[in-house]
């Protein structure tokens, strides 16, 4: 009876035991499939700052510098797209130490761009890593 006990005892341990290791292997399992899909989504980009390079009147678009870039991006402006100018009361490069303010926004076309102009842009769908976005809701100077 004893030697039965010790069996029984020994088995249910070994059970226990492999329960155990197949259930981390599960869960190691899950977790880098997890990473993996966490790792292969990029991010959604919606909105874009650059400087503008050229402006294309005759096909509508603009071509833009990414702060962080080195590579044009095209932009293709549509009827639909909303195009503003931003003017302050002061030298944006030198502002006012207090006060509060209220930029004068005033809506252009696109002839109202230039090489060199600071532009902002957002778009209406993802643009991560593309070099032609279109679909853009507006693009502010």
């Known amino acids: 009876m004893k030697k039965n006990k010790i069996i029984i005892i020994v088995a249910v341990v070994v059970v226990i035991i492999g329960g155990l290791v197949g259930w981390g292997l599960l869960q190691a399992k899950k ?8 790792v292969e989504k990029p991010p959604e980009v919606l909105f874009l700052s650059g400087t503008v390079s050229s402006v294309d009147l005759e096909n509508n678009f603009l071509m833009v510098i990414p702060e962080k870039g080195t590579e044009d991006i095209k932009v293709i402006v549509s009827e639909t797209t909303k195009m503003t100018k ?4 002061f030298d944006p490069a030198n ?3 207090e006060g509060t303010f209220t930029p004068k ?3 252009i076309g696109i002839s109202g ?4 102009d600071k ?3 957002r778009s209406k769908e993802d643009i991560f890593g593309k070099k032609e976005i279109g679909n853009i809701d507006f693009i502010q100077m």
Request: charged residues 30%; without cysteine.
């Open 113 to 116: 761009f230039k090489a060199g």
């Open 119 to 121: 532009v902002f842009i």
């Open 105 to 107: 926004e005033t809506e």
């Open 86 to 89: 931003q003017e302050f009361p």
């Open 31 to 38: 977790l880098k499939t997890d990473i993996a899909q966490v």
């Open 95 to 97: 502002p006012p130490e």
